[in-house]
Every structure is written in C-alpha cells, then in structure tokens.
C-alpha cells in the first residue's frame, strides 16, 4: 500500500483496492510515517467529471469515492456550478 501511495495511487483507488475507507488509509500511511499528499482543490475537470456523474444518477458519496473527494466537497461544487440537488427519494444508485 505504502509503495503505491507513494508512487502516485490515490486514497481513493487505494481505499477502493483493499476495501477500506480513504480516512482509514490515510491513518494507515501516518501510522507508517507516510507524508500525505494534500490537494487544495478540485480541478475544474473533476467538477465537470462530478457534475456528470450526478446529473446521470450517481450519489455524491459514490462521486466522491470515484474521484477521491469527500461528499461534502463534490456537494459544494456542484451547488456552486448550479446543479439541482436530489432529495432523499430521488436517488437512482
């Protein structure tokens, strides 16, 4: 795990990899005395990538899986780009 974060994989991919949520990665690779890359932002090919997964039917918690961001974010930038948001009983994943 150690050697694939640290030549480039994501948390995400790594989470996804062995079944583990990204936050237990990242305790994981601390816990190693791994530096963790921090990203400041989401690219603007991200939020189009974000906005198309949602507007096709995918939760914000599965985009933010996919892309490597937590839930919260991907919400944020999509109320920013004026996607209309889902209520509860909307969902289709």
Do not use: F
Request: aromatic content about 8%; glycine content about 8%.
């Amino acid at each position: 795990m150690i050697q694939a974060y640290e030549a480039g994989a994501t948390m995400a991919a790594l989470a996804k990899r062995y079944g583990l949520h990204r936050h237990t990665i990242a305790d994981l690779l601390r816990r190693e005395g791994v530096t963790i890359r921090t990203r400041l932002a989401m690219s603007q090919a991200e939020i189009e990538e974000a906005v198309r997964l949602y507007t096709a039917g995918l939760s914000l918690q599965k985009i933010g899986v996919h892309l490597g961001w937590d839930h919260n974010t991907v919400y944020r930038h999509l109320k920013k780009r004026g996607v209309q948001m889902r209520g509860p009983s909307d969902w289709k994943y």
